[in-house]
Structure formats: C-alpha cells, structure tokens
C-alpha cells in the first residue's frame, strides 16, 4: 500500500503563504514510482486539480487559477513534495489533498490512485 502524509496547513491572511508538505510511504509507492501533486475542494464544490510533478524530469503542472502563484516542487530521495502557495486568495479556501498517481499532467479525479488525508487551508480577507 501507499500512505500519503500532509503537513502544513492553517489559517493565514489574504496575500499571505504558506507550505504544505506531502511524504509518501510503503513498498507499493517504491516500486511503481508513482508521481505525485495535490487537489483541493472547497465547500460544497467538486474536488479540482492544483498541481503535480513528473519524477522523471521534474515537469509540473499547474491549474490555471493557481498559476504564479503557487508553486510545486518534490525531494525524490524522500518521496516529499511542497506546495509552496503564495498571494492567497480567500478563493483558495480549501480541504487540499495529496495525490499520487501513475504520471504527472493536469490530472483528472480518475489519474489517481491513492490520496491523502487532507490538510484545511482558510484564507481570511
């Protein structure tokens, strides 16, 4: 199995940042090498995708309402990645959730194969 760990979430301003971090775990995880990212879901919204990043040659990708602001990056060695989230926005509000999956793009909800718990990110304005 694949254990996906998210750390860093909290209650910030509108303009702040913040980080979160994702580490993964488990035999399965090391063997298939699975990519990895993140989604968020607001209340009473659909989960949507964020961003991920491609292992084999560190490609990201972004959803276009997080797009310079928000940045993916990843420790292969420690099976971790970042999200480093910058000029947030109340909008941003969100559960954001660890993602893993088979190969990096601009992932649908159906590339997953395991998630995260979930971290709260509050944006105040």
């Known amino acids: 199995q694949v254990q996906l760990a998210e750390s860093g979430g909290g209650l910030v301003q509108a303009g702040g940042s913040l980080r979160l971090s994702c580490a993964a775990s488990?035999?399965?995880?090391?063997?298939?090498?699975?990519?990895m990212g993140w989604f968020r879901q607001a209340p009473g919204k659909e989960r949507e995708f964020v961003a991920s990043i491609r292992w084999s040659d560190l490609n990201t990708y972004y959803a276009e309402s997080v797009k310079g602001r928000f940045t993916i990056s990843g420790d292969s060695a420690k099976n971790t990645v970042y999200l480093q989230m910058n000029s947030l926005k109340p909008e941003d509000t969100a559960v954001y959730y660890c993602a893993a999956g088979r190969v990096a793009n601009a992932w649908v909800l159906a590339d997953i194969t395991y998630w995260g718990q979930g971290t709260q990110v509050t944006v105040s304005s």
């Open positions: 488990g035999r399965r995880f090391s063997r298939y090498r699975y990519d």
